[in-house]
């Protein structure tokens, strides 16, 4: 039975607030990082987050017959797995945690910029991607607005060393992410689901290790001190950002394609300063503002090049 053309933009319809709702989640994730990193140890709290994560993915792979794709993964591609965890879960939170104990989430968020940029730059580099000009000149702008806006109006001082070290460490999110999309490129035949889950639940197994050899178990027993806010985001950043924004994330690459779904992205930046402000008070100024809507404009630059 064919849907008629009232359900069929409903449906539609119905896909784009997801994705609205998944820029939020996303955005909504750098705020509940700064209230977990300023109340438990980093490490603590990343493996709390990747811990609940893990589980409700697996409920989640498993019913839609995920056990079965396991035997579908060639020997070689286990090795990329572990690396995408070692980068994409365990060196990315630990630069997020780390980085929110010293810089304000609103701030940090911009960081979140500079992805499409360096994964772009790189994959010319070492898989000879095409960039036309558009996308060169979205690069250097989104490049030039997120370095305004993560140093606080002064670009320069990150290229100097003299910044602080939040704004320093929070850099570090974007090699890691960087580094586990291009590996994805390594993993031909292993579907989105299974490669989120699998390094979900490596990188969490990499936490718990860390955390307990480098914060050892008087970093467990602060739980017990820790504050309803802080459990309320770490269960947010497991539920919504890691697993419900990346199922509706998934749901619009289905139905619009990767690029349009891709294209929400954008927006996590602004929800990411938007909930800062509003649950942190943290402020808004000339250098955040300024900077991020030029880092932002350049990241529909390159989103528009890519398609042109």
């Known amino acids: 039975m064919t849907q008629t ?3 069929s933009l409903s449906a539609r319809s119905g896909i784009h607030l997801r994705l609205l709702g998944m820029a939020a989640l996303w955005g909504a994730s750098w705020p509940m990082g700064r209230i977990v990193a300023l109340s438990v140890p980093p ?8 811990v609940m994560a893990s589980v409700l993915l697996l409920l989640w792979w498993l019913s839609v017959g995920g056990a079965q794709r396991v035997k579908h993964i060639a020997a070689a591609q286990w090795g990329w797995l572990v690396l995408a965890a070692a980068t994409g879960i365990f060196g990315y939170s630990v630069s997020f945690m ?3 104990q010293h810089l304000p989430a609103g701030r940090a968020a911009m960081v979140i910029t500079l992805n499409p940029a360096a994964t772009l730059l790189l994959a010319a580099l070492f898989f000879h991607e095409k960039l036309n000009w558009v996308i060169v000149c979205g690069m250097v702008l989104a490049i030039v607005g997120a370095a305004m806006a993560i140093s606080g109006g002064a670009p320069w001082a990150l290229l100097s060393g ?3 070290a939040g704004e320093l460490i929070v850099l570090g999110c974007v090699g890691c992410w960087v580094a586990y999309t291009l590996i994805g490129r390594r993993l031909q035949g292993v579907d989105a689901l299974t490669m989120t889950t699998l390094t979900a639940v490596m990188g969490a197994v990499m936490l718990l290790g860390a955390s307990w050899v480098f914060e050892g178990a008087s970093a467990w027993h602060s739980l017990q001190q820790a504050a309803p806010s802080t459990w309320l985001s770490v269960f ?8 419900l924004g990346y199922a509706w994330f998934l749901d619009g690459v289905k139905t619009l394609g990767a690029s349009a779904a891709a294209a929400y992205i954008t927006l996590v930046p602004i929800f990411g300063v938007l ?6 008070s943290e402020h808004m100024d000339a250098s955040l503002l300024i900077g991020g809507a030029l880092a932002i404009t350049g990241m529909g630059i390159m989103h528009w090049g890519r398609r042109a």
Do not use: I, K
């Open 236 to 243: 947010g950043m497991a539920l919504g950002a890691t697993v």
């Open 5 to 7: 053309p009232l359900a």
């Open 162 to 164: 003299s910044v602080g």
């Open 98 to 100: 780390l980085g929110l």
């Open 275 to 280: 909930f800062s402000n509003l649950w942190l």
């Open 43 to 50: 490490l603590l709290g990343a493996s709390l987050r990747f």
